[in-house]
C-alpha cells in the first residue's frame, strides 16, 4: 500500500478547464471525501487517478511511482459508479466475480469468492439472482462486492448512494463505514452531500469552482471553517450567516445587536453562528418574528426572518408559538462566535470579551 500524490494536476477539454491546478495527497488507509457542489470538476479528478482521463498538466504518483502513462488495468484501482454497471444476463455471483474471471481464476475457486464476498455484503441469499430481480440498495452492493472481491490498493466511489432512497442511503452508509473499517483499503469518495461527507471521512476536502478552499477532518471543518461557503455548507441545517456591521466590538445588523466581539477586521462583516448554539428568549441580543416552525421530532427549528436575514435557531421539540409572534434568541454559554471578511467571506481571527 502507499500515498496517493497529485501534483499540480489540471485537466482542460479544449479552452474548458474541467480541473484547475490541483494538488492533494491521499494518505495510505484514510477515507478522504471530495465534497462540492455539480460541475465543480469531481468525476474528472477520479477519472485521472484511475487512468481514464488522461492529465494536461501535472502528475499522479503512487507512492514513489509516477503513474501518468499507466493504463487503468494497470493501476490496481477499483471504482463504483452512481450507475452500477452491473452486467443484466449474468448473476450476482458472476456480476461480483467477474474481475476474477479477467484475471484467469478457476470457476470453482470464482464461485467460493464470490460468496464469501457478496456474505460481507449481506447478498448471501441473492448469489442466484439476477440485477433485475434486486432493489436498487441491493444492486449497489454487487457493484460494491464486485470491487470488493479485486482487493485493490484504492477504492474510488463516484456518488455511489446517489441513486438509493434516502432510508437505504443512511444504511449503506454505515456499510460503507463498517467495510472500510475491516479492509483498510484507502477510499477517495466523491459527493455532494455534506451529511455523507462528515460521517464518512477521515478527512474532507471541500471544493468551490474546482479549488479546494479547505482540507481537514470533518470535526475540524465543522467547527473550524475557512470561509463562508464551507460554513455554509456543512451542518444541518446549516450555520446563520448575518451580514452586518461590527464597530468598536458591537455587531449590528437588522434585528441583531451583538456586543464584545474583537476581530482582525471592523467594518463590513459576517457573523457566523450555529443554530444549535442559540436558545429561544423572550428578550435577547437577535430579535425577530417568527417565520416557520418546523418540528423535526427531537427538536424544533425556529426561523426568524428580519429584513432580508433568515436566522434559525434549534429549539425544544415541544416549542410552540404563532408564526408572525416576536421571539428572540441568545447564543448558549459554549456558542462559538465566527466573523468573516464580506469582501472574500474569508474567516477573521476574533474573540469574545
Ligand atoms: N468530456 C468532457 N468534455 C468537455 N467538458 C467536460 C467533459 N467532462 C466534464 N466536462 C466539464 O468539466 C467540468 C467538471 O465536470 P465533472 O468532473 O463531471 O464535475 P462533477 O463531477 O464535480 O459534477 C464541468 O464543467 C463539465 O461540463
Ligand atoms: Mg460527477
Known amino acids: 500500500m ?14 474548458a478547464v474541467a480541473v484547475p491546478r490541483q494538488s492533494l495527497t491521499i494518505e495510505d488507509g484514510e477515507f478522504l471525501v471530495l465534497l462540492g457542489p455539480s460541475g465543480c470538476g469531481k468525476t474528472t479528478t477520479m477519472r485521472m487517478i484511475a487512468g481514464l482521463e488522461d492529465i494536461t498538466e501535472g502528475d499522479i504518483f503512487v507512492g514513489d511511482v509516477r503513474v501518468n502513462d499507466l493504463p487503468p488495468k494497470d493501476r490496481d484501482i477499483a471504482m463504483v ?19 476474477l474471471k479477467l484475471r484467469g481464476v478457476s470457476r470453482k475457486e470464482r464461485r467460493e469468492q464470490a460468496r464469501l464476498t457478496a456474505e460481507k455484503v449481506e447478498l448471501g441469499p441473492y448469489l442466484d439472482r439476477r440485477p433485475a430481480e434486486l432493489s436498487g440498495g441491493q444492486r449497489q452492493r454487487v457493484a460494491l462486492a464486485r470491487a470488493i472481491i479485486r482487493r485493490p490498493k484504492l477504492f474510488l466511489m463516484d456518488e455511489p448512494l446517489s441513486n438509493l432512497d434516502a432510508k437505504l442511503r443512511v444504511t449503506m452508509r454505515a456499510e460503507l463505514k463498517h467495510l472500510h473499517h475491516e479492509l483498510g483499503i484507502t477510499t477517495v469518495y466523491v459527493t455532494h452531500d455534506q451529511t455523507e461527507a462528515m460521517t464518512l471521512a ?28 464551507v460554513a455554509g455548507f456543512i451542518g444541518n441545517p446549516a450555520m446563520n450567516l448575518i451580514e ?7 455587531f449590528e445588523a437588522p434585528a441583531t445587536r451583538i456586543s464584545g466581539i474583537q476581530a482582525d477586521l471592523e467594518g463590513s462583516v459576517i457573523l457566523g453562528i450555529r443554530p444549535e448554539h442559540l436558545t429561544i428568549a423572550d428578550s435577547g441580543p437577535i430579535s425577530g418574528k417568527i417565520y416557520a416552525n418546523e418540528l423535526l421530532g427531537d427538536s424544533t427549528l425556529v426561523t426568524l426572518r428580519e429584513a432580508s436575514s433568515h436566522i434559525c435557531a434549534r429549539g425544544p421539540a415541544d416549542f410552540r408559538r404563532e408564526l408572525g409572534a416576536e421571539v428572540s434568541f441568545i447564543p448558549t454559554k ?20
Open 202 to 229: 477521515s478527512r474532507i476536502a471541500i471544493l468551490n469552482r474546482g479549488e479546494i478552499v479547505q482540507l481537514d477532518t470533518p470535526e475540524r471543518i465543522y467547527s473550524d471553517p475557512a470561509d463562508t461557503f
Open 334 to 353: 459554549d456558542a462559538r462566535l465566527y466573523v468573516f471578511d464580506a469582501t472574500d467571506g474569508k474567516q477573521l481571527s476574533a474573540q469574545l470579551f
Open 244 to 250: 452586518g456591521r461590527l464597530k468598536n466590538g458591537v
Open 81 to 99: 459508479f452512481q450507475n452500477y454497471g452491473l452486467y443484466p444476463h449474468m448473476t450476482v455471483a458472476d456480476n461480483i466475480a467477474y474481475p
Open 2 to 15: 502507499a500515498d496517493i500524490r497529485l501534483v499540480d494536476i489540471v485537466k482542460k477539454y479544449g479552452a
